[in-house]
């Protein structure tokens, strides 16, 4: 169902009955969407689910659009085109499916207690029904990454007895469902106590028929770029001249002031190779301190001093370092408290005003929304938090870096303070309460050398009392320090959209002299490979340090879409020249907003759920096509500013419009397989599944109308379209996840 319109690629309808039809389809099917995503914020998913999705006036809606499709296979003679006729049976199978599975699926939950026989299942609407199987539950088990108390995933031992046969065994987890005879049984919860609960589904019809229209739709796809009827065809062999680049290279430095003392870089960076545990996984030092020193000041780095340094002056040179206005403070009220004018704040400004903070904070948490006590808690918070990260470390708290094994053999990370195992060896009880200490006094004296050995002692100690099946291999180690030190700074999103506006800017400019041909138009290809190569290259690091491919999260996915949006302005660049400022400037403004999202995040394990490859397909294609999409709206931007071009950027648009409605359309579905396969329904009515929808509908439109008689009225009309329509987008990716919220949201 949430690929409905995906077929309607190239449809080549005259008469004006149809666009009225296509009017009348469209604008009140994306309508409602919208508003049902508005509804589900304030009521819920289930009251939405209810009256605007369940309700019968939506399922006339849908019935329309079935039966629009069955007339225009009928109307164009479709058995004779078969890209059309594949795409729009799609549309009719992927109908049916979704009524199918309104009308005929059942889902519910069963929660099993250990050695209990459970012979019936709870469905959705309250009644109990019969399960084909007895389940018994022989145990229930967390499994969590090695050396750590971090979920890997969660497993439940089965034991199943259909009404004939014997008895056998068979374990559910996260992305491993349990099958018998069209029912399906995911892992949905579990308690303290032992038991698991089980999601329970019935679809055989439903997802049978949903699956066929996914079929018929990928074949319709391919078939339509390898079609020579197509319009995409037409377009790819068209040859369209665009305007020659100029670039300006533009850099800033800036003096730094004298910091705190600290210890020498090399001492430091000796330091950062220790490993300590660190957000549930074991990870180098650096890793901690890097984060320690941008949680604290907004940066990596602190008056050309490395994280490393500014951890350690804060180890050691704690008086020198309380007096440093290094902490970056938001909010004009907590300013205020602090006594400060300015951004920063020293750790001695808390210090001296902390029975106010912590009153004023408490009063902020108190206070009702819309008195302003959420965005006061927030800010007190955040400042609160800074605060408590500098008294965890010189309180000995922060850094878990000494493993010991306990009297079952189960490695735990302590801090220097932290209570120790009672099967704690005497050697290393004295050696873990006793490094600190040492270390100060080499401090004292000034004896680096000696310190770098006890760092070096420290981590051999760790390698020892943890083992290999604990610590992260030396290939994951080495690509973790090596993306820490590259990922310091803020620098590569201002630099990537400054250059990008210049170039933009300069070849709008060449463009409107009709200038083609310059010596210079491999500098802005070689800058957008250089970028894209740098975060290539970050993305591989992250992926060989976390041990998965890093796509969960809001700076991935904008890292991504950068290294998509690099790929595809350098691959046109032969036939468009543009294309490369058209690239840098979109990849800049992708490096904006990962850079909001949160600039360089550590590496980090995955949740169990998003261990599917699935996941990595999914937001692979999506954001490529995100990316085309954002394309296509600087493309528009182009073309209303250089009129005298308007008509190759149109051809341009339309160029990318086919690749990225169809790669919507597949991500799309492979989300709703990774679903099903995940929670046992393939869609839910999510506010980000509901825009997604929206999106390809909207994009769907200007290929519809560009395909037929008339048209779009103009060049400029297209323009306009594209430029609007990226609103769709920005309410997929941002609105969702900061606004109307649901399972998709990134927190």
Not at 570 to 587: C, D, Q
């Amino acid at each position: 169902m949430q690929v409905l319109f995906s077929s309607s690629f190239s449809l080549n309808i005259n008469q004006s009955v149809m666009k009225k039809l296509e009017l009348l389809l469209m604008v009140p099917t994306v309508g409602v969407l919208a508003a049902g995503t508005i509804v589900e914020k304030f009521h819920g998913n289930e009251f939405a689910t209810t009256h605007i999705y369940g309700a019968w006036w939506f399922f006339v809606l849908l019935a329309l659009i079935g039966i629009y499709a069955v007339y225009s296979i009928v109307k164009e003679k479709m058995w004779t085109k078969p890209y059309k006729l594949l795409l729009y049976s799609s549309v009719l199978f992927m109908l049916a499916g979704g009524a199918l599975t309104a009308w005929t699926g059942k889902h519910g939950s069963v929660t099993l207690q250990p050695r209990v026989t459970v012979s019936e299942y709870k469905a959705d609407n309250g009644t109990v029904v019969k399960l084909p199987v007895d389940l018994t539950l022989n145990g229930f088990e967390v499994v969590t990454y090695p050396g750590t108390h971090t979920p890997m995933d969660f497993v439940s031992h089965l034991s199943y007895k259909p009404a004939e046969g014997e008895s056998a065994s068979v374990d559910v987890s996260m992305n491993n469902i349990f099958k018998y005879k069209g029912f399906r049984f995911y892992q949905e919860d579990y308690d303290d106590e032992g038991n698991s609960t089980l999601s329970v589904a019935h679809d055989p019809w439903g997802i049978a028929v949903t699956y066929t229209g996914y079929i018929l739709m990928a074949l319709g796809i391919v078939f339509l770029f390898v079609s020579r009827k197509s319009g995409f065809r037409r377009l790819l062999q068209s040859r369209a001249a665009a305007a020659v680049l100029l670039i300006a290279f533009l850099t800033m430095s800036g003096v730094a002031s004298a910091a705190p003392r600290t210890l020498p870089k090399s001492t430091a960076d000796k330091m950062g190779q220790m490993y300590v545990l660190y957000k549930g996984r074991v990870c180098p030092l650096q890793t901690l301190t890097k984060d320690f020193t941008t949680k604290l000041c907004g940066s990596a780095r602190y008056e050309g001093l490395t994280s490393e340094q500014v951890f350690a002056g804060w180890m050691f040179y704690f008086s020198e370092w309380a007096d440093e206005p290094m902490i970056k403070v938001k909010g004009d009220d907590v300013r205020g408290l602090l006594g400060i004018d300015g951004k920063r704040a020293s750790f001695n400004d808390f210090v001296a005003h902390q029975d106010a903070f912590a009153s004023q904070r408490s009063m902020g948490a108190q206070m009702p929304m819309g008195m302003g006590g959420a965005v006061k808690s927030k800010t007190m918070r955040a400042a609160s938090e800074k605060y408590n990260l500098i008294q965890m470390l010189v309180g000995g708290k922060l850094a878990k870096e000494f493993p010991v094994r306990d009297s079952a053999g189960t490695v735990g990370w302590y801090a220097q303070n932290d209570d120790l195992p009672f099967a704690t060896p005497d050697d290393d009880y004295f050696f873990i309460k006793k490094q600190l200490s040492y270390c100060q006094e080499l401090v004292l004296k000034g004896d680096f050398d000696e310190l770098e050995k006890v760092f070096e002692k420290t981590k051999s100690f760790q390698e020892k009392r943890a083992g290999s099946e604990v610590l992260p291999s030396s290939t994951s180690y080495n690509a973790e320090r090596l993306y820490n030190r590259l990922t310091t700074g803020k620098w590569l999103a201002m630099l990537v959209v400054t250059l990008g506006l210049l170039f933009f800017a300069l070849s709008l400019f060449r463009a409107k002299d009709k200038k083609r041909e310059s010596n210079v138009d491999w500098v802005p290809f070689g800058v957008v490979a250089a970028v894209s190569v740098f975060l290539l290259t970050i993305f591989i690091l992250r992926w060989i340090a976390g041990g998965h491919i890093p796509m969960a999260g809001g700076f991935d996915s904008m890292n991504l879409m950068s290294i998509a949006i690099g790929i595809i302005g350098l691959v046109m660049s032969r036939r468009y020249r543009m294309a490369p400022s058209i690239a840098l400037l979109t990849m800049g403004f992708c490096q904006l907003v990962a850079m909001m999202s949160g600039s360089n995040p550590p590496v980090t394990h995955l949740m169990p759920v998003l261990s599917s490859p699935l996941l990595t397909l999914h937001v692979t294609v999506i954001m490529i096509s995100y990316a085309l999409f954002f394309f296509v709206m600087v493309t528009g931007v182009a073309g209303l500013i250089v009129p005298s071009r308007s008509n190759e950027f149109r051809r341009l648009n339309l160029l990318m419009l086919y690749p990225a409605v169809a790669l919507l359309s597949i991500g799309i579905v492979i989300g709703a397989l990774w679903a099903n396969i995940s929670w046992g329904n393939y869609w839910s009515w999510d506010p980000k599944e509901v825009w997604a929808l929206i999106t390809l509908l909207v994009y769907l439109y200007p290929l519809v109308r560009c395909q037929q008689e008339g048209g779009f009225r103009s060049d400029r009309a297209l323009h306009i379209y594209c430029v609007i329509a990226f609103f769709s987008v920005i309410i997929t990716y941002f609105g969702v996840n900061l606004i109307l919220g649901g399972i998709h949201s990134y927190n």
